[in-house]
Nanobody, 112 residues
Framework: VQLQASGGGLVQAGGSLRLSCAAS????????MAWYRQPPGHQREWIAT???????SYVEAVMGRFTISRDNAKKTVYLQMNSLKPADTAIYYC???????WGQGTLVTVSS
C-alpha cells in the first residue's frame, strides 16, 4: 500500500493550489485521512482530517481557506488551498490513520 501525493508547486500569495493523494493497494481500507505540513525549520503539523463519512476538521490557521475532500471510489483525498500566504510554504504530507501510512510529501512554495 502506498500514498502518492501530488499537486504542489510555486504560487503567488493569494493564489490557489489543489493537492491530491491517491492510495494504491486493493486491500487498503480507505478510512480517515489527513493532511500535515512541515514548514522550513519547523516540525510537522496537522492541518486537516476527513473521516470516511466526509466529516472534516481543520487547524485554525487554515480554516476558511483550505478544504479537505475525498473520493472514496478513487481512494483519493484532496486539499484545496485558497488565499495562500507565504506562511503556508511547506512540504505537505497526506496521512492514513488506517495503517499509520505517510505519503512522500509535495512541496508548496508561496511567494510574496
Amino acid at each position: 500500500v502506498q500514498l502518492q501525493a501530488s499537486g504542489g508547486g510555486l504560487v503567488q500569495a493569494g493564489g490557489s493550489l489543489r493537492l491530491s493523494c491517491a492510495a494504491s493497494g486493493s486491500r487498503f481500507d480507505f478510512d480517515s485521512m489527513a493532511w500535515y505540513r512541515q514548514p522550513p525549520g519547523h516540525q510537522r503539523e496537522w492541518i486537516a482530517t476527513i473521516t470516511r463519512g466526509g466529516r472534516a476538521s481543520y487547524v485554525e490557521a487554515v480554516m476558511g481557506r483550505f478544504t479537505i475532500s475525498r473520493d472514496n471510489a478513487k481512494k483519493t483525498v484532496y486539499l484545496q488551498m485558497n488565499s495562500l500566504k507565504p506562511a503556508d510554504t511547506a512540504i505537505y504530507y497526506c496521512y492514513s490513520y488506517q495503517g499509520n501510512l505517510w505519503g512522500q510529501g509535495t512541496l508548496v512554495t508561496v511567494s510574496s
